[in-house]
């Protein structure tokens, strides 16, 4: 008898607590995921977790102490930018909701239906999980270039490039402004030191970068070099000198793995090159402690 009440009940209401129980689960997992990975002693968002290894504070310490990074400044920004667009997007929806509510159309109901799962699962929550959701996806379609620190580039030019033509050559942004200098025939100006892919693009012999050098004063300050097949990374240089990080982008496009200590000869050629090709910025905001005090 009890047997049988129960599975009346689950058939009339218990398949519904189940659904309730799935679309609940699926709304609180990720705010879950966002608020372990904000605690969590990670380098990076590839290596996160639901639960993760460590836990660390530094994180929200870093929002306040760190003036290159004006983390309260963006909220303020971000709240008045989400209040203008709340308040049209209530008088939007006052509107749409005097339509449903007074006028009689086919689809009323399920549009209705619709709208309400729709806002079950706040979009913004779910950053973080897309975002993995697509870096995880390069390891089953890598050719579609998710996940990874190359930026690939698509050339049409009708009589001057050849279809379907790939590449491996190595260019960065001040190539594309020697590019176009070149394809404009002007003469380039002596502080780009780009080098035009122009040859590349007509099917000519190329020159080639011996190295690439980067160098950014924000994210807590970053240097990194491109040589060859290898790139070595230094980051929190506002905190003071840091070890070169080594990464073989052949075999690691990711750059997941660190391989410094197996390659030191590698290391002191690159820290060389940084020596070489890095010059004191004239505004003060572009400085690193690390290298300019």
Do not use: C
């Not at 009339?12 to 679309?23: M, N, Q, S, V």
């Not at 000519?204 to 040589?227: D, I, P």
């Amino acid at each position: 008898m009890e047997t049988s009440r129960f599975l009346n009940w689950v058939k009339e209401y218990g398949w519904r607590h189940l659904i309730a129980l799935i679309f609940v689960t699926f709304a609180v997992y990720p705010i879950l995921f966002v608020a372990t990975n904000s605690i969590a002693d990670f380098a990076n968002l590839t290596n996160s977790k639901l639960i993760p290894d460590g836990l660390t504070l530094k994180h929200y310490k870093l929002l306040s102490s760190d003036p290159l990074v004006p983390y309260f400044k963006w909220l303020y920004n971000t709240y008045k930018v989400a209040l203008i667009a709340a308040f049209f997007n209530v008088f939007l929806g006052t509107l749409a909701a005097y339509a449903f509510s007074r006028l009689q159309f086919k689809g009323r109901r399920a549009s209705l239906l619709t709208l309400v799962i729709v806002q079950m699962f706040p979009s913004f929550l779910a950053f973080v999980a897309i975002y993995l959701l697509f870096f995880q996806i390069s390891d089953i379609a890598p050719f579609m270039g998710l996940g990874i620190h190359l930026l690939p580039m698509i050339a049409h030019w009708p009589d001057k490039i050849k279809t379907e033509r790939v590449t491996n050559h190595i260019s960065a942004f001040q190539d594309f402004y020697a590019t176009v200098v070149d394809i404009l025939k002007l003469k380039k100006p002596s502080y780009i030191d780009g080098l035009s892919f122009l040859p590349l693009l007509t099917n000519k012999n190329q020159e080639k970068h011996e190295y690439l050098y980067w160098e950014f004063s924000t994210q807590s300050g970053q240097q990194a070099v491109r040589y060859g097949k290898w790139k070595g990374v230094k980051t929190n240089l506002q905190k003071g000198p840091q070890p070169l990080q080594l990464y073989n982008l052949e075999d690691d496009v990711k750059e997941l793995k660190n391989v410094s200590n197996d390659n030191p000869n590698i290391v002191k050629q690159i820290e060389s090159i940084i020596l070489n090709a890095r010059t004191t910025p004239t505004l003060e905001k572009f400085k690193i402690k690390a290298l300019d005090n």
